[in-house]
């Protein structure tokens, strides 16, 4: 159970559109699980970094359960709709807190919007909670940098304001939580 068997990091980060009125993150993301890359650069994959951000700071305290059908999953594609507004490529695995371990299993990156799917067949692996805290809260720091060196965001809509604002409420109160 060595401290390197779950590493995730942002490789490069940019955003879609114009700076100002896109509202997520997206790039390119290293997730090495016990030696299996999951995902990295070269692989033609690009992913919404902060809403990941997000909903891997979630499971800090919470059990997340690996269910494709029914849940949005940890590692988001996005698909260019807003803040975690439901597009089925994204990566999902089961989280599961046991004392001062967290065990990581039940892998499956989601390829296309069929639901087409890779499964990482026994793939399972027990992390110390504070080396699985301190990845996450490395990759949720590193994606909120582009946001902090970036303008000020130009939200015409109310709804999307309204979500913008309670995602960055979030997001804020578990990275200070956890950091």
């Not at 720091?141 to 960055?168: C, G, H, V």
């Amino acid at each position: 159970m060595g401290p390197q068997n779950f590493i995730i990091n942002i490789e490069n980060q940019k955003w879609l559109f114009n700076e100002q009125e896109d509202l997520c993150s997206h790039g390119e993301i290293y997730l090495n699980v016990d030696g299996t890359i999951i995902t990295q650069t070269g692989m033609d994959e690009e992913w919404g970094i902060s809403e990941s951000a997000l909903a891997l700071l979630r499971t800090l305290d919470k059990e997340y359960i690996c269910d494709i059908e029914n849940e949005e999953g940890l590692i988001l594609h996005g698909c260019g709709t807003m803040l975690m507004l439901g597009c089925p490529i994204s990566i999902h695995w089961t989280i599961n807190h046991i004392g001062e371990n967290v065990v990581l299993k039940d892998f499956v990156k989601v390829i296309s919007t069929d639901q087409k799917a890779i499964y990482y067949e026994g793939l399972h692996i027990e992390v110390n909670e504070n080396e699985y805290r301190k990845q996450i809260v490395s990759f949720a720091l590193q994606a909120k940098e582009l946001f902090n060196k970036s303008s000020e965001k130009i939200i015409s809509n109310e709804f999307e304001r309204s979500m913008y604002t309670d995602f960055w409420t979030e997001y804020n109160h578990l990275l200070n939580k956890y950091k």
